[in-house]
């Protein structure tokens, strides 16, 4: 049972436009989600996080939106740069249970020069 | 950010053979680590909970076993795969807890089972 959704398994940008990546979840007790980036053969690295209290988090380039009642967030990023082509993993928890992080499956991201 | 190592960072090893891979938080105490395991293509997959000083939690159909966790510091969490087989093959990747909501992660660890 994935509870974290990614479906789109890869997505291509060209460098300067915005990429978005999409994210859904099943569980509604998850009320704090992130997003990682991941390079092959490395820890996946944090980037940004939100909330549920909040439908909107930015921090310079990259601004993650929740939408509770869809059960979906995105991560936008903007402009796209080369060096943002890794695979990008979204993951939730639960603030105040054992807050084991539940990831999604990943969407690898390529930016066209 | 916080550091978090991995050591090693790759290991070969025969059928059989235990390995034993190390997480340690560099700059930080962490009360909480965790471990995970990613197949190629596919996300990652936590294993259990390691809590320093008490019995790591493992996740539904992980065997406590043969995926031994030590805790015995707030810096140093152990992972030994025993009697480990080539379908253990994997990369294993350790987070370290560092506030509320925050995990950082390890660079990962490489197996490969001969």
């Given amino acids: 049972d994935q509870q974290v959704k990614q479906n789109s398994p890869s997505l291509s940008v060209q460098e300067g436009r915005i990429s978005i990546l999409n994210c859904d979840y099943t569980n509604s007790m998850f009320d704090y989600f992130l997003w990682y980036k991941k390079y092959p053969a490395e820890g996946p690295t944090f980037l940004i996080s939100i909330s549920s209290i909040k439908d909107k988090n930015e921090d310079g380039r990259f601004t993650v939106f929740l939408n509770k009642s869809a059960k979906h967030l995105s991560l936008h990023i903007v402009p796209s740069q080369p060096g943002d082509s890794a695979v990008y993993f979204c993951a939730a928890l639960v603030s105040f249970g054992n807050e084991k992080l539940t990831f999604g499956t990943g969407t690898r991201l390529t930016i066209i020069p | ?114």
């Avoid at chain 2, 950010?1 to 070969?12: E, F, K, R």
């Avoid at chain 2, 909480?32 to 000083?53: C, D, I, V």
């Avoid at chain 2, 939690?57 to 992980?62: A, R, S």
Wanted: proline share 4%; hydrophobic share 35%; net charge neutral.
């Fill in chain 2, 1 to 114: 950010g916080a550091v978090v190592s991995q050591h090693p960072s790759w290991v070969i090893c025969k059928s059989g053979t235990s390995v034993k891979i190390e997480c340690r938080s560099l700059d930080f105490q962490a009360t909480t680590m965790f471990w995970y395991r990613q197949f190629p293509k596919q996300s990652l997959m936590l294993m259990a909970t390691s809590n320093e000083g008490s019995k790591a939690t493992y996740e539904q159909g992980v065997e406590k076993d043969k995926f031994l966790i030590n805790h015995a510091s707030l810096t140093l969490s152990t992972l030994t795969v025993t009697s480990a087989h080539p379908e253990d093959s994997s990369f294993y990747i350790c987070s370290a807890k560092h506030g509320p909501e925050t995990q950082y992660f390890g660079p990962g660890t490489r197996l490969l089972v001969l």
